[in-house]
């Protein structure tokens, strides 16, 4: 697989240490060679940084907050995760479609038929991921870190109550459960060394690097 595209994307519920597992990843595959391209939905673009600000004013209905993550991911997906595999770079990605659903569908009860609708509308290229890591760690222990870290300023879907946030953790694990061919769940109550581990042992079992 040396050269081919690897897709990998990280997911997983509110202050479950994606982002800090994304970046200890990107170290260890740059230390073996890899040309490495981090990037995050929503945002991950200038004009999805618009979208998300957008979305994350908190004026929006679950429907029209759907529309924007769908149009965020496919700016993103033309503009950055298309060309990166192109050129040969591994692309590491803070969420993508599997958040829509736990989020837009298992969270806020979008229907599936509703969600597929407005994909279909919006269009664009579809890319599968090659690997999605689900970091699965319980609300409350999620909750409990982030106030020892002293998060506080947080954002509407922080803000949810916890049966919002269990809705969320399900949906991961439901999809994760479907889809066994490129969805790998981590346990995300190990410590930060012990997850990067198995991080680590997932994606070189999965890719000859
Ligand atoms: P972030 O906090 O990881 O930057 O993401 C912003 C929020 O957006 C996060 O709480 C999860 C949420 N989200 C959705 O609800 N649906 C989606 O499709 C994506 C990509 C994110």
Do not use: C
């Not at 490495?36 to 979208?51: A, D, S, Y």
């Amino acid at each position: 697989m040396k050269g081919s595209k690897v897709f990998i994307v990280f997911e997983g519920g509110e202050f479950t240490g994606k982002t800090t597992q994304i970046k200890l990843l990107a170290e260890k595959l740059r230390a073996v060679g890899r040309e490495v391209v981090v990037t995050k939905e929503p945002g991950g673009t200038p004009q999805g940084e618009k979208f998300k600000e957008q979305i994350l004013s908190g004026t929006l209905s679950p429907k029209e907050e759907l529309k924007l993550f769908l149009q965020d991911r496919r700016v993103h997906i033309e503009n950055v995760i298309v060309p990166a595999l192109s050129d040969g770079a591994i692309v590491l990605s803070d969420r993508f479609s599997d958040s829509t659903l736990a989020y837009q569908h298992y969270g806020r009860g979008l229907s599936l038929e509703f969600i597929e609708h407005e994909q279909h509308l919006v269009g664009g290229i579809t890319v599968t991921p090659h690997l999605v890591l689900i970091l699965d760690m319980s609300p409350q222990e999620a909750f409990k870190r982030a106030q020892l870290r002293g998060e506080e300023a947080l954002s509407i879907f922080e803000r949810e109550n916890i049966f919002f946030h269990h809705r969320v953790r399900e949906g991961f694990l439901q999809i994760a459960q479907t889809h066994p061919e490129n969805h790998v769940i981590i346990n995300a109550h190990q410590s930060r060394a012990a997850v990067a581990r198995s991080i680590w042992e997932t994606v070189e079992e999965k890719f000859i690097l």
